[in-house]
């Protein structure tokens, strides 16, 4: 059964840093595209960052490039987003996303909120 | 970046009825990678339609999606009482991929 959970989302200051996880089962996150994908409160939804099934491409949104970094860990069979130089308007729920390259498995998310 | 632009922004319906979505994109999609999701309140979003036609697994066959090059269409026959959600067009033919700003199908 495909699953792909978050974690760690937290409150956090401007300016500060928070890495999001991403562990998924079921499949093999090497042999996929995977996504980070977001949304404001009560908005629509934000691409943030993508990479292929090779490794060999990483996508970001304009908002968020040279602030975040995607990284995959192949034996642990997961994803990361490391955010860094957070700002008010990257508060989000942030979803993990398998892609085919068509995005067909959503996490719940993992809540991040930016606020001194 | 290619600019996804969804019409209507609302849609008010009654169960029973058709419903039709555009989605209207600045640039060729190309090889007409066009997604359709469906997000319920509170919950994820759920892919409905790839390669602008293809149903997913386990979707209703009440849904269609057709259209290529920049403009696409999300045809919901017979809307069911779970139907009522809001639908996001997203492309993912060219980095970076891009998301439209929703419709929102409601109960009339």
């Given at each position: ?58 996508g970001y ?11 995959r860990d ?43 | ?107 009339k």
């Amino acid at each position: 059964q495909v699953q792909v959970v978050e974690s760690g989302g937290g409150l956090v200051k401007p300016g500060g840093s928070l890495r999001l996880s991403c562990a998924a089962s079921g499949f093999t996150v090497s042999d996929s595209y995977m996504a980070w994908i977001r949304q404001a409160p009560g908005k629509g939804l934000e691409f943030v960052s993508y990479i292929n099934s090779g490794g060999t491409y990483i996508g970001y949104a304009d908002s968020v490039r040279g602030r975040f970094t995607l990284s995959r860990d192949s034996a642990k069979n997961s994803l990361s987003l490391q955010m860094n130089s957070l700002r008010a308007e990257d508060t989000a729920l942030y979803y993990c996303v398998r892609g085919r390259p068509e995005l067909d498995y959503w996490g719940q998310g993992t809540m991040v909120t930016v606020s001194s | 970046e290619i600019v996804l632009t969804q019409s209507p922004g609302t849609l008010s319906l009654s169960p029973g009825e058709r419903a039709t979505l555009s989605c209207r994109a600045s640039q060729s999609v190309n090889n007409n990678n066009l997604a359709w999701h469906q997000q319920k309140p509170g919950q994820a979003p759920r892919l409905l339609i790839s390669g602008a036609s293809k149903r997913a697994t386990g979707i209703p066959d009440r849904f269609s999606g057709s259209g290529s090059g920049t403009d696409f269409t999300l045809t919901i026959d017979r809307l069911e009482p779970e139907d009522f959600a809001v639908y996001y067009c997203q492309q993912y033919g060219r980095p970076p991929w891009t998301f439209g700003q929703g419709t929102r199908v409601e109960v009339k």
